[in-house]
């Protein structure tokens, strides 16, 4: 039997600071990220920076390839504006 939602999530939290584990665990969003669903994510995950910054979905609540990214890396013109 696979694990549970929660399993996967607390799993995922273990590794990152506790802000980002609050929202992990709650299946919802930091402030600043944004949630896109695939296939539009597929365009961010050859990125840099995709692996440090952003985060699988593990709820499924958004089908099941999504991804939270940071709003500055979908629209940068906003952060230099």
């Given at each position: 039997m696979g694990l549970s939602n929660e399993e996967i999530a607390q799993m995922m939290a273990d590794d990152c600071d506790d802000g980002v584990r609050q929202w992990i665990l709650e299946g919802r969003g930091p402030n600043g990220y944004r949630m896109v669903e695939w296939p539009f994510c597929q365009k961010y995950m050859d990125e840099e920076w995709?692996?440090?910054?952003?985060?699988?979905?593990?709820?499924?609540?958004?089908?099941?390839c999504a991804y939270w990214i940071p709003e500055a890396r979908i629209n940068p013109q906003k952060e230099t504006a």
């Amino acid at each position: 039997m696979g694990l549970s939602n929660e399993e996967i999530a607390q799993m995922m939290a273990d590794d990152c600071d506790d802000g980002v584990r609050q929202w992990i665990l709650e299946g919802r969003g930091p402030n600043g990220y944004r949630m896109v669903e695939w296939p539009f994510c597929q365009k961010y995950m050859d990125e840099e920076w995709f692996d440090e910054e952003a985060y699988l979905d593990i709820t499924g609540q958004y089908g099941d390839c999504a991804y939270w990214i940071p709003e500055a890396r979908i629209n940068p013109q906003k952060e230099t504006a």
